[in-house]
């Protein structure tokens, strides 16, 4: 069974920064892309980053890009984001999802319950 | 970047209803399109792919259609948990707003 356990979420403040982390398990981690999706509170899905199997390639959205950092460590079955910068704009569920391939410009197939970011003062 | 626009925004239907859902781009994306279903303190789930193949284990009676700039999902009977929200996404980028599609 895939699983995708998302940790590192928490209040911090404006200008601040937050690492998360995504441990996976249920599938052979270093044959997939992996990206982050964030949710606003009661808002829609928005696309962050993503990063192939072998981390060689990466994404971002304009609105995080320079600010966020996404990286993998395959020995580790772990996924990372390096949040910094901080707005308040940034806050949202923050989720991390498996690619059903290799690369990163595929369908998302399985998703974890995500980890909360509240940035405020 | 490429803009996905999704209507209606909410959708009121009865249970055993058809419903349709739009999901239009500002430019083609081909087929390089899928759907997520998305239930109140829940994760999404992947429903549909490639525009059109159906993921591992959702049911037959959702369907997607379309390719470059104009999507649908359709629902051909409403289910009880089928009331959720729906998004589309283009691969590797960004989502649409989402249709509602609640209960009448």
């Known amino acids: 069974e895939v699983q995708l356990v998302e940790s590192g979420g928490g209040l911090v403040r404006p200008g601040g920064s937050l690492r998360l982390s995504c441990s996976a398990s249920g599938f052979t981690f270093s044959s997939y892309g992996m990206h982050w999706v964030r949710q606003a509170p009661g808002k829609g899905l928005r696309y962050v980053s993503a990063?192939?199997?072998?981390?060689?390639?990466?994404n971002y959205a304009d609105s995080v890009k320079g600010r966020f950092t996404i990286s993998r460590d395959n020995s580790k079955n772990t996924l990372f984001l390096q949040l910094s910068s901080l707005k308040v704009e940034d806050t949202a569920v923050y989720y991390c999802v498996k690619a059903s391939s290799s690369g990163w410009y595929t369908p998302l197939d399985y998703w974890g319950q995500g980890t909360l970011v509240t940035v405020s003062s | 970047e490429i803009v996905l626009t999704q209507s209606p925004g909410t959708l009121s239907l009865s249970p055993g209803e058809r419903a349709t859902l739009s999901c239009r781009a500002s430019q083609s994306v081909t087929n390089y399109l899928a759907w997520y279903q998305q239930k109140p303190g829940q994760a999404p789930r992947l429903l549909i792919y490639g525009a059109s193949s159906r993921a591992t284990g959702i049911p037959d009676r959702f369907s997607g259609s379309g390719s470059g700039t104009d999507f649908t999902l359709t629902i051909s009977r409403l289910e009880p948990e089928d009331f959720a929200v729906y998004y589309c996404h283009q691969y590797g980028s960004s989502f649409g707003g989402g249709t509602k599609v609640e209960i009448k």
């Open positions: 990063i192939s199997s072998n981390g060689g390639s990466t």
